[in-house]
């Protein structure tokens, strides 16, 4: 598009040239390499699935894309940091469960909003969550393991990675539905909770299956069910919950994508659309097999705010019915 000088002139009295070089800037996104923040420390979950589709987005785009670890205050830093980004696309953020969903549910003082201060792309996967037992507990089913501590009242501890996390506010759904007697023991942090778990410190924990398969599989662990839709590939012995009738227990986690609220609609779609491409992939479809995810529905930004929305009213059930508040 090109204009004279009185035309120019012309533009800019009516103050229309600003919109018009905010059009072609979005028309020429991305320009520039894209920082992905990971609100947490490297070598979690969510850090690993931040950094598998940044590696695949970036080829997608055609810029490189930097991962940022941005880890504190259960995420909360690095969820401010993005919230308040300039919101043009340059600055995103790996969404998850604890940022964008427990955190809100049972800290009032949360310093960022997670539905207000950031625009949802879609989701990156989804994470079938695990009940697991120390190998050597006398248990091989969730009909024993309740059988089990109903005759063993007082033996039972689970870890959780934290008060108010999502392992935390799970089990006491399953301990409230189960009617199963066991204490809470709070850990900082999932890792320190299943390394006490193998050596036997405690009885059980609620994990992501990603993050777990390795123990699973060489039998330091056990899993009695599995939060799905339905049975996982890699663990197909294994029951969901729904099928032990606690549906409400059947939730999946997930790690997402996000901008900074206020980015333009354009370049969000244009993520989006990058991203479903990247896991409609072959290649990356078996690579998240093998990694113990699941390739997510085709969630668009707005089905993501909703799920985003009706998550923490659901989790924040649970926390009230426990009276379960970080201050």
Do not use: C
Not at 30 to 50: E, Q, R, Y
Not at 232 to 241: A, E, H, M, R, Y
Not at 258 to 272: D, K, N, S, V
């Amino acid at each position: 598009m090109h204009f004279n000088r009185r035309e120019f002139v012309s533009l800019a009295a009516a103050g229309t040239l600003a919109p018009l070089a905010a059009a072609n800037a979005q028309a020429a996104y991305p320009a520039k390499p894209i920082t992905l923040v990971v609100p947490f420390t490297p070598g979690g979950s969510v850090d690993n699935s931040g950094r598998l589709m940044a590696d695949r987005l970036s080829r997608e785009l055609g810029v490189p894309i930097v991962v940022d670890n941005k880890g504190g205050a259960g995420g909360a830093m690095g969820s401010v940091y993005v919230a308040k980004a300039r919101p043009d696309g340059y600055t995103l953020i790996v969404t998850s469960q604890s940022t964008h969903v427990v955190n809100p549910a049972v800290n009032p003082n949360l310093p960022y909003d997670a539905v207000k201060d950031f625009a949802p792309i879609t989701l990156i996967d989804r994470l079938a969550n695990v009940l697991l037992v120390n190998a050597d507990l006398p248990v091989r089913s969730f009909a024993e393991l309740v059988k089990y501590a109903q005759a063993n009242p007082g033996r039972l501890n689970y870890a959780s990675a934290g008060t108010g996390s999502v392992s935390h506010l799970s089990m006491e759904l399953m301990k409230t539905q189960a009617k199963l007697p066991m204490t809470h023991i709070p850990y900082r942090g999932a890792g320190v909770a299943v390394t006490d778990l193998i050596a036997g410190q405690v009885q059980l924990t609620w994990n992501n299956l990603s993050s777990n398969l390795g123990n699973i599989r060489h039998g330091k662990l056990r899993a009695l069910a599995v939060a799905a839709p339905q049975r996982v590939s890699q663990l197909p012995d294994v029951p969901t919950f729904a099928e032990l009738n606690l549906p409400d227990l059947n939730l999946t986690s997930w790690t997402g994508l996000a901008a900074p609220a206020g980015t333009p609609t354009p370049i969000i779609e244009r993520l989006y659309q990058a991203t479903r491409k990247v896991l409609q992939d072959p290649a990356t479809r078996a690579t998240w097999v093998d990694k113990g995810m699941m390739v997510p529905e085709d969630v668009t930004p707005q089905a993501y705010r909703a799920e985003i929305a009706e998550r923490i009213r659901f989790y924040q059930r649970i926390a009230k019915a426990n009276h379960i508040v970080l201050e």
